[in-house]
């Protein structure tokens, strides 16, 4: 299973990235997906999280209500759009991938089995 980021960039405080992940190589339609990101000398922290269904969706509450998660099983991509970015918000920020998630394990990263390589999102003052 292969999961490739996209989007990340350098823009200023107040704008908005769209973020996307890819994956190959599973079955997407039964895939939870989730965003994760790390700052340099911090922890990984959760940022978003949507159940295989898109019935149930998660999110931190740093990014609630600015930051969206969405799935296409079309294009067997996650997205996560990201509206009124702060400085905090810069990260590397990492797509997650798994099929045996149940709903209340949506923000734990080791439920998660496949990552991609990460993005990098800077967000200047």
């Known amino acids: 299973v292969q999961l490739v980021e996209s989007g990340g960039g350098l823009v200023q405080a107040g704008d908005s990235l769209r973020l996307s992940c890819s994956v190959s190589g599973h079955t997407f339609r039964t895939l939870s997906m989730a965003w994760f990101r790390q700052a340099p000398g911090k922890e990984r922290e959760f940022v978003a999280a949507i159940f295989r269904s898109g019935t149930s969706i998660r999110y931190s509450d740093s990014v609630k209500g600015r930051f969206t998660i969405s799935k296409d099983n079309g294009k067997n991509t996650a997205y996560l759009q990201m509206d009124s970015l702060k400085p905090e918000d810069s990260a590397a920020y990492y797509c997650?991938?798994?099929?045996?998630?149940?709903?209340?394990?949506?923000?734990?990263?080791?439920?998660?089995?496949?990552w991609g390589q990460g993005t990098q999102v800077t967000v200047s003052s």
């Open positions: 997650a991938a798994g099929s045996t998630l149940i709903l209340s394990s949506l923000a734990s990263a080791p439920q998660y089995s496949y």
